[in-house]
């Protein structure tokens, strides 16, 4: 079990992976937290356009994995765990959108974007700034088992 939660938190030490990160995490928190709270976005008008089934329990359900997916993503921790979340939860927004038409719809753009945020995220890992690469390191080989180069100082020490 240690072995999965370790190869679960392992990433790649690239810095750049904060974007992806932040652009799928904040939108999925966002619009989850919008889904739940308020009337006018909530997720049964688009489940019922979209003839999707049991749309009575997704409504309830899908908003809340979608906050849970965006805080692990913001927060880096368990960040691939949170992009596996946000993987099927897109896939499924962009079916409703090519297959139907509800008021107040979102660009169709938004959840192609979480979902290749997401699907990079779900590759790579959490990146370089991240408490999962703090906690494990990188998973490179050859970034485990070079040794440590300590850099010169100016007296030597």
Sequence with gaps: MNRLLE?????????H???????????????GALHLSMD?????????AAHLPLAGISAVVVPILEVIAGVML?????????????????????????VADWPGEVPFFLPLVVLGSSVYVLWLGAGAWSVDC?????CEPEMRSRPKVVPPTLFGR
Excluded: D, N, W
């Excluded at 190869?7 to 810095?15: D, M, N």
């Excluded at 990160?21 to 928190?29: E, I, Q, S, V």
């Excluded at 927060?75 to 099927?88: C, N």
């Design 7 to 15: 190869r679960i938190r392992c990433t790649s030490p690239l810095k």
């Design 17 to 31: 992976m904060v974007v992806p990160r932040y652009a799928a995490g904040a939108a999925l928190g966002i619009f």
């Design 40 to 48: 006018q976005f909530s997720m049964m008008p688009i489940l019922e």
């Design 74 to 98: 913001v927060s880096r921790l368990l960040a691939r765990v949170g992009a596996a979340l946000a993987v099927p939860i897109m896939v499924v927004a962009i079916y409703a959108h090519i």
């Design 134 to 138: 703090s906690a494990v390191g990188t």
